[in-house]
């Protein structure tokens, strides 16, 4: 699945129209057997420049509920989206870049928090993936500051995976869900599943309970007697 914001003439802020459709999307997404992953991004040139002040003071709320802020960042999909970013992904739309599970940014893309300039707060999970993305104290500067952070930075610390021209984005990040959907679907959605942050003493018991299910199934045979025949896998989702 592709998914686009599509409002280039306020640089794709979040309304409340915006998250709901973004939303609709995910909804979509997780229980379709034909799709395994997602890539999200912004017509225009630019990924999202977070939220729409105006439909803000107009009253709107551009969150869903459940989902939170643009429909995404409080309950991304189940299974793995790819952000896509050209121009930039800055104050909420930073924060759904970070709610994706990899990130492809164009070379002129540029992210930031800069809510603290503004005498707010990044709480749209902003604060909380930072941290986890990238060194303690870098995530504690760029929030700290509000600065800007340059495409070609961001790849050097590991907050991008693909570093690629201004216009192809997409298209790399195509690549990649394609090669995410070329593996076994339940072992890709078990696998997003158990790369999250748990307590130390749980982590083995609750991967098992995820995982156990996966090497029972159909796909799992199909991928070892694959192997064996030397022959691409013929997934069935089960």
Same mark, same amino acid.
């Given at each position: 699945m592709t998914i686009?914001?599509?409002?280039?003439?306020?640089?794709?802020?979040?309304?409340?129209?915006? *998250?709901? #459709?973004?939303?609709? !999307? $995910?909804?979509?997404?997780?229980?379709?057997? /034909?799709?395994? @992953?997602?890539?999200?991004?912004?017509a225009g040139g630019t990924?999202?420049?977070?939220?729409?002040?105006?439909?803000?003071?107009?009253?709107?709320?551009?969150?869903?509920?459940?989902?939170?802020?643009?429909g995404i960042v409080e309950q991304p999909p189940a299974k793995p989206i790819i952000?896509?970013?050209?121009?930039?992904?800055? *104050?909420? #739309?930073?924060?759904? !870049? $970070?709610?994706?599970?990899?990130?492809?940014? /164009?070379?002129? @893309?540029?992210?930031?928090?800069p809510e603290v300039k503004r005498g707010l707060v990044a709480a749209g999970g902003g604060l909380l993936r930072l941290p986890r993305r990238v060194p303690y104290h870098l995530a504690m500067e760029w929030a700290l500051?509000?600065?800007?952070?340059?495409?070609?930075?961001?790849?050097?610390?590991?907050?991008?995976?693909?570093?690629v021209a201004p216009g192809t984005a997409a298209a790399e990040a195509t690549g990649l869900a394609r090669a995410i959907a070329a593996n076994g679907p339940l072992a890709v959605a078990a696998t997003k599943r158990i790369i999250v942050e748990w307590p130390r003493e749980e982590q083995f018991a609750r991967q098992r309970a995820i995982s156990e299910p996966v090497r029972a199934s159909a796909d799992a045979r199909e991928g070892a007697l694959a192997f064996r025949e030397k022959r691409a896998p013929r997934w069935q989702g089960r």
């Open positions: 686009t914001i599509n409002r280039p003439e306020v640089r794709n802020a979040i309304d409340e129209q915006t *998250a709901q #459709g973004l939303a609709a !999307a $995910l909804e979509e997404l997780d229980p379709d057997p /034909a799709l395994v @992953a997602a890539v999200l991004t912004g990924f999202c420049s977070g939220m729409d002040l105006r439909a803000f003071l107009a009253g709107e709320r551009p969150s869903t509920e459940g989902r939170g802020f643009a952000a896509a970013v050209e121009g930039a992904a800055v *104050a909420g #739309g930073f924060e759904v !870049a $970070l709610a994706c599970d990899l990130v492809v940014a /164009a070379e002129n @893309a540029r992210f930031g928090l500051t509000g600065e800007y952070i340059s495409a070609e930075r961001a790849a050097q610390v590991g907050l991008v995976n693909r570093l």
